[in-house]
């Protein structure tokens, strides 16, 4: 009886060893990672204008402004702000080209505008 216990626990074992040598490989497919840097830069933009619901002029359906800096191809982001509180965001921004060109972002939520007394203030991000 011993010496089948022995080659039981012997068999064990090695089974538990090569199970191990299974788990702990690991396969990674070639790829390349690094980091970068860049200049960051602001835009500056003036004339804010609104465009006022056509059937409640106390509702903004968009909002345009111009700068100097060229937009094409880049992401614009609007975010109306009551203090720090976000009211509404919208993606649905038109940048417009270099020298004074003029961006335009429509609102779509909530339906028939934006209340002109639900916010005080906008966030603009720019992005690639």
Avoid: W
């Avoid at 788990?23 to 200049?39: D, L, M, P, Q």
């Avoid at 909002?63 to 992401?75: C, E, P, Q, R």
């Avoid at 965001?89 to 972002?105: D, E, L, R, S, Y």
């Amino acid at each position: 009886m011993r010496k089948r216990t022995l080659g039981v626990v012997l068999l064990a074992g090695l089974a538990m060893s090569g199970a191990g040598a299974f788990t702990a490989s690991n396969t990674i497919a070639s790829s390349t990672a690094g980091f970068g840097s860049g200049a960051v830069t602001g835009v500056t933009v003036t004339n804010t204008n609104y465009t006022l619901a056509a059937l409640d002029n106390s509702k903004m359906t968009a909002m345009s402004f111009t700068h100097a800096v060229d937009l094409t191809g880049k992401t614009v982001l609007l975010e109306l702000k009551n203090g720090t509180t976000p009211v509404v965001t919208t993606n649905a921004c038109v940048p417009g080209a270099g020298g004074t060109a003029k961006t335009v972002c429509t609102f779509t939520v909530p339906v028939g505008g934006v209340p002109l007394t639900s916010f005080d203030g906008f966030d603009l991000t720019v992005h690639q």
